[in-house]
């Protein structure tokens, strides 16, 4: 079983950061990309930023110069790092990653459980 827990999320002012974080656990062969999720209320969830194993990067326009993703694949973490924040960046974060079990041959997407997100003076 394999699970993914994010943390660092909570309450900042428009302009603040914030740093999110989501480790993997369990029984893991190999991860592949990683990505990071947010849902607002009432609205879909939406791609923020994903990272391949080998590094490359990709963001949605709305984030693009303020966040910042990496990982560390010795500690199977994954990293969100998010500066000047505004409050249409308020959600629910959620981190997925394409894990490869020992045995199998193909990877599964996991999901973690989310972390809000408030950004509101």
């Known amino acids: 079983q394999v699970q993914l827990v994010e943390s660092g999320g909570g309450l900042v002012q428009p302009g603040g950061s914030l740093r999110l974080s989501c480790a993997a656990s369990?029984?893991?062969?190999?991860?592949?990309?990683m990505g990071w999720y947010r849902q607002a209320p009432g609205k879909q969830r939406e791609l923020v930023a994903d990272i391949t194993s080998g590094g490359s990067t990709n963001y949605a326009d709305s984030v693009k110069g303020r966040f910042t993703i990496s990982r560390d694949n010795a500690k199977f973490t994954m990293y969100l790092q998010m500066n000047s924040l505004l409050p249409e960046d308020t959600a629910v974060y959620f981190c997925?990653?394409?894990?490869?079990?020992?045995?199998?041959?193909?990877?599964?997407?996991?999901w973690g459980q989310g972390t809000q997100v408030t950004v509101s003076s």
């Open positions: 369990g029984s893991i062969f190999r991860i592949n990309a």
């Open positions: 997925n990653a394409g894990v490869v079990v020992p045995g199998f041959r193909y990877e599964y997407t996991y």
